[in-house]
Every structure is written in structure tokens, then in C-alpha cells.
């Protein structure tokens, strides 16, 4: 099968998306969900004028005169009397604005006089009250579909009472591991074994990107074996993620297990630095990625396609966020035949500088790491103070 681009790759993964549908939930429960529906507003907001400020509540007109205090009014309590010539009411912040009155003066900007009358005694008037339904007026939508909730939309639906709300379904990711040679990560590894890395990560990935990770174990190099755990996985997952088995070797039987299970294999080699052996597939449940066993790899292929693909099915168009700045050294590979996804730091005075980076089992360049940037295939040099796009890892 023909090595394809990290954009075709892209493409395809995307093309493949299909919904996992719907539920409600509480809207407390819902950051870092999708939004599957409008969320209107079943108020204005602010729903009445409202004080911005502590003070006095008058007329404009009436500020160079001595005013008399009719009522105080604090807030969550309606006013009482309606403000009429040489009146004021005192008011908190929050409170709501009484009848006759257009603006607050701040308490600060007073004197009472032993009248028990106050006397302004600022230089410039500022209304200091919101107007109602400035912010939001109701009926008007303020979240909508797609949008992914974060603590200030969990906010905005707390103020609207928009106390159950439809989020997208998290798809279910499997994740496998494939390789005799792993143990799991609470064991000391034997001479010829190594700690299972990618399970760990990936799962914590998929929490990451808002799905429900499903941990299946690990596959040693036995095509049998491989088998029962995939097709279980494919069965029981929207995505399924095997991690190794998908080189070159003896024992890597991933691609032919994979078609074996019933997987239309679209892709199997892309030409980017790392995660060329990155393989997908399609299967009438659910869609599967072979991904590089070399740590490194697997986070950044992840990264690069199974991210979007998780979004993308809950209808968010997920953009990664990228920073252009400066490159604080040149940078220079000797082979440019693939797209190289470099892994990078932000110094503190705002340069971009490449890890130490020993390959692609050198997890630990990843916790360095603030960052890739993607050198195209061809190019072999990024010169000093060359602007860069970082996209945060
Ligand atoms: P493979 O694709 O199976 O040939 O694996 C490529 C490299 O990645 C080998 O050095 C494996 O030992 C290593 N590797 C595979 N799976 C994992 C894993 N889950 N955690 C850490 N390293 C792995
Ligand atoms: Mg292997």
C-alpha cells in the first residue's frame, strides 16, 4: 500500500467520523462535553436595572441640590417608592434601580449632612447601572451546538437555568497494546522487557479529549491472541487504538489481524517523521488506528489524527491552538523525504527551542516538550529567528 501524506491521512481519519449520538445531562457535569443544542436564554439579563455601583439613587438633574434618602434598598429586594425631584434612594450594588431615578451616585462621592440629607460632591456623572437585557435579551441563543463547555459556559447556563442539557455521547475508545516483550507498569521488567508505556498515555489522551477510554491489556506477539482482543475491542468500542505490532518485523501481526477481523485497511504507512507505520482502518462498528509502538510516536500520532477524529464525531471542530514565535537556534535535519513534527519548547523570553531528542522512544523529550512544529518534506532548515507555528501538545 502506497505511504501517504499527514494531510491525506487527515482527510480520510475525518471522512470516516460518524455520530455516537446524544444524551442529557446535568449541566454541572458537562465541562469538557460537547454541546449537542441550543442554549437560549429564558431571561434578559440583567433582568431589571441594575445598581453597578453602592450609593444614591436619583435623578441626574438633581445632583447640584441636597437630596433626601426616601429608601434604602438592598439587593434582592424590589424598591418601594419611586424617586421623585430632591429625593434619592440608597442602594447596594446589584440592587434594582426604583422609578425616577437614572443614575447612582457612588457612596464615596458623598457627604451626609446633619440634615440627614446627602450632598454630591464628585466632579463627573457616570449612570453605574446596567441597563436591563444589555447583556442578553431573552430568547436569544448564546450557546450553540458543537461549542465545548468550559467553566464560563457551565456559568452561562447556570444564570439561564439551563439545568439539563444535551451534550454529544463520549465515544468509547479501546486501547491495546501489542508486544511480548511489555510488562505493565507496576512491575520491574525482566532483561529482555520494557515498562508498557503507551497504554497509559493513550488513555490518558482519550480523557483528554472528552471520550470514554476502554483498557484492554496487553497482546503478546501471538496472532491468535491479537485476534480475540481486537475483534472483542472492534465489538465493543466506536474507535479502537493497538499500539505496536504495526512495523515491519516477524511479529508484527496488527495489519493482518486487523484484516482478518474485518477492517478495510485505508492506509498503512505515512510519510511523516515519527509515526510512519501509523495504519487505519474501517470496520462496520467502529474505526481502528494502528499506532506506532515507539512511544513517541503513538502520543504524537494521537495528537495528530485521533484527536480531531474523537471531536469530529461529537461535532466539535476541534483548532488545535498554535503560537507563532521566533526560532531561538537554527535547526537542521539530514532528512527531509517526510513531514517531521518536531518536537519544541517556549523559552522564557519567548523563543521556540527544539528538545533533546533522542528519537522515538525518548518519552521523556515529550515532558519537555510545550509543543511541535511541522517541518513540510523537503525542508531541512529552520534558520535562527525564523517564525515557527507551535501547536500545544
Ligand atoms: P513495534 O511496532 O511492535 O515493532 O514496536 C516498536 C517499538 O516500540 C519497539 O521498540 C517496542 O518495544 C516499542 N513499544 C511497543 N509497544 C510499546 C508500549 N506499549 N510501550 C512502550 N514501548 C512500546
Ligand atoms: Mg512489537
Same mark, same amino acid.
Given at each position: 500500500? =502506497?505511504?501517504?501524506?499527514?494531510?491525506?491521512?487527515?482527510?480520510?481519519?475525518?471522512?470516516?467520523?460518524?455520530?455516537?449520538?446524544?444524551?442529557?445531562?446535568?449541566?454541572?457535569?458537562?465541562?469538557?462535553?460537547?454541546?449537542?443544542?441550543?442554549? #437560549?436564554?429564558?431571561?434578559?439579563?440583567?433582568?431589571?436595572?441594575?445598581?453597578?455601583?453602592?450609593?444614591? *439613587?436619583?435623578?441626574?438633574?438633581?445632583?447640584?441640590?441636597?437630596?433626601?434618602?426616601?429608601?434604602?434598598?438592598?439587593?434582592?429586594?424590589?424598591?418601594? %417608592? +419611586?424617586?421623585? !425631584?430632591?429625593?434619592? +434612594?440608597?442602594?447596594?450594588?446589584?440592587?434594582?434601580?426604583?422609578? !425616577? #431615578?437614572?443614575?447612582?451616585?457612588?457612596?464615596?462621592?458623598?457627604?451626609?449632612?446633619?440634615?440627614?440629607?446627602?450632598?454630591?460632591?464628585?466632579?463627573?456623572?457616570?449612570?453605574?447601572?446596567?441597563?436591563? /437585557?444589555?447583556? @442578553?435579551?431573552? /430568547?436569544?441563543?448564546?450557546?450553540?451546538?458543537?461549542?465545548?463547555?468550559?467553566?464560563?459556559?457551565?456559568?452561562?447556563? *447556570?444564570?439561564?437555568?439551563?439545568?439539563?442539557?444535551?451534550?454529544?455521547?463520549?465515544?468509547?475508545?479501546?486501547?491495546?497494546?501489542?508486544?511480548?516483550?511489555?510488562?505493565?507498569?507496576?512491575?520491574?521488567?525482566?532483561?529482555?522487557?520494557?515498562?508498557?508505556?503507551?497504554?497509559?498515555?493513550?488513555?490518558?489522551?482519550? #480523557?483528554?479529549?472528552?471520550?470514554?477510554?476502554?483498557?484492554? /491489556?496487553?497482546?503478546?506477539?501471538?496472532?491468535? =491472541?491479537?485476534?480475540?482482543? @481486537?475483534?472483542?475491542?472492534?465489538?465493543?468500542?466506536?474507535?479502537?487504538?493497538?499500539?505496536?505490532?504495526?512495523?515491519?518485523?516477524?511479529?508484527?501481526?496488527?495489519?493482518?489481524?486487523?484484516?482478518?477481523?474485518?477492517?478495510?485497511?485505508?492506509?498503512?504507512?505515512?510519510?511523516?517523521? &515519527?509515526?510512519?507505520?501509523?495504519?487505519?482502518?474501517?470496520?462496520?462498528?467502529?474505526?481502528?488506528? $494502528?499506532?506506532?509502538?515507539?512511544?513517541?510516536? #503513538?502520543?504524537?500520532?494521537?495528537?495528530?489524527?485521533?484527536? &480531531?477524529?474523537?471531536?469530529?464525531?461529537? /461535532?466539535?471542530?476541534? %483548532? &488545535?491552538?498554535?503560537?507563532?514565535?521566533?526560532?531561538?537556534?537554527?535547526?537542521?535535519?539530514?532528512?527531509?523525504?517526510?513531514?517531521?513534527?518536531?518536537?519544541?519548547?517556549?523559552?522564557?523570553?519567548?523563543?521556540?527551542?527544539?528538545?533533546?531528542?533522542? $528519537?522515538?522512544?525518548?518519552?521523556?523529550?515529550?515532558?519537555?516538550?510545550? !509543543?511541535?512544529?511541522?517541518?513540510?518534506?523537503?525542508? %531541512?532548515?529552520?534558520?535562527?529567528?525564523?517564525?515557527?507555528?507551535?501547536?500545544?501538545?
Amino acid at each position: 500500500m =502506497e505511504m501517504i501524506t499527514i494531510e491525506k491521512a487527515f482527510e480520510i481519519v475525518m471522512g470516516s467520523a460518524f455520530s455516537t449520538g446524544t444524551e442529557n445531562i446535568s449541566f454541572t457535569g458537562s465541562a469538557g462535553r460537547i454541546l449537542a443544542e441550543n442554549v #437560549a436564554s429564558d431571561i434578559d439579563m440583567p433582568p431589571f436595572n441594575k445598581a453597578s455601583v453602592d450609593g444614591f *439613587a436619583c435623578r441626574k438633574a438633581d445632583i447640584g441640590s441636597d437630596l433626601e434618602i426616601i429608601e434604602t434598598i438592598p439587593a434582592g429586594k424590589w424598591p418601594e %417608592k +419611586s424617586v421623585s !425631584g430632591m429625593q434619592c +434612594s440608597r442602594i447596594m450594588t446589584g440592587a434594582a434601580l426604583p422609578a !425616577g #431615578a437614572d443614575c447612582v451616585i457612588m457612596v464615596e462621592d458623598t457627604d451626609l449632612l446633619s440634615s440627614g440629607k446627602i450632598r454630591y460632591k464628585g466632579s463627573f456623572i457616570k449612570e453605574n447601572f446596567a441597563v436591563r /437585557g444589555e447583556d @442578553v435579551k431573552k /430568547g436569544d441563543i448564546i450557546l450553540k451546538p458543537g461549542k465545548l463547555v468550559r467553566p464560563q459556559d457551565i456559568a452561562v447556563m *447556570a444564570t439561564v437555568g439551563h439545568t439539563i442539557v444535551k451534550v454529544a455521547k463520549m465515544p468509547d475508545v479501546a486501547v491495546i497494546s501489542s508486544g511480548s516483550e511489555l510488562v505493565e507498569p507496576d512491575r520491574v521488567p525482566g532483561i529482555s522487557q520494557i515498562r508498557n508505556t503507551n497504554a497509559s498515555q493513550l488513555m490518558a489522551q482519550v #480523557a483528554r479529549a472528552g471520550a470514554a477510554g476502554n483498557y484492554y /491489556g496487553i497482546a503478546g506477539d501471538d496472532e491468535e =491472541e491479537t485476534f480475540t482482543l @481486537v475483534a472483542r475491542a472492534i465489538s465493543e468500542n466506536d474507535i479502537v487504538l493497538v499500539t505496536g505490532g504495526v512495523s515491519m518485523g516477524d511479529f508484527d501481526f496488527v495489519p493482518s489481524v486487523l484484516e482478518r477481523a474485518g477492517v478495510k485497511i485505508l492506509f498503512s504507512r505515512v510519510s511523516v517523521q &515519527p509515526g510512519k507505520p501509523t495504519t487505519f482502518g474501517i470496520h462496520s462498528k467502529a474505526v481502528v488506528f $494502528g499506532l506506532p509502538g515507539n512511544p513517541v510516536s #503513538a502520543f504524537i500520532q494521537f495528537e495528530m489524527l485521533v484527536r &480531531p477524529l474523537i471531536y469530529r464525531m461529537m /461535532g466539535h471542530i476541534w %483548532k &488545535p491552538l498554535t503560537i507563532q514565535l521566533p526560532m531561538k537556534a537554527r535547526f537542521t535535519r539530514r532528512f527531509a523525504e517526510r513531514t517531521a513534527l518536531v518536537p519544541v519548547f517556549i523559552t522564557d523570553d519567548g523563543f521556540v527551542s527544539t528538545v533533546e531528542y533522542h $528519537g522515538s522512544a525518548h518519552i521523556s523529550s515529550l515532558s519537555e516538550a510545550d !509543543g511541535i512544529v511541522t517541518m513540510p518534506a523537503g525542508i %531541512k532548515i529552520i534558520e535562527k529567528g525564523e517564525t515557527v507555528s507551535v501547536r500545544q501538545i
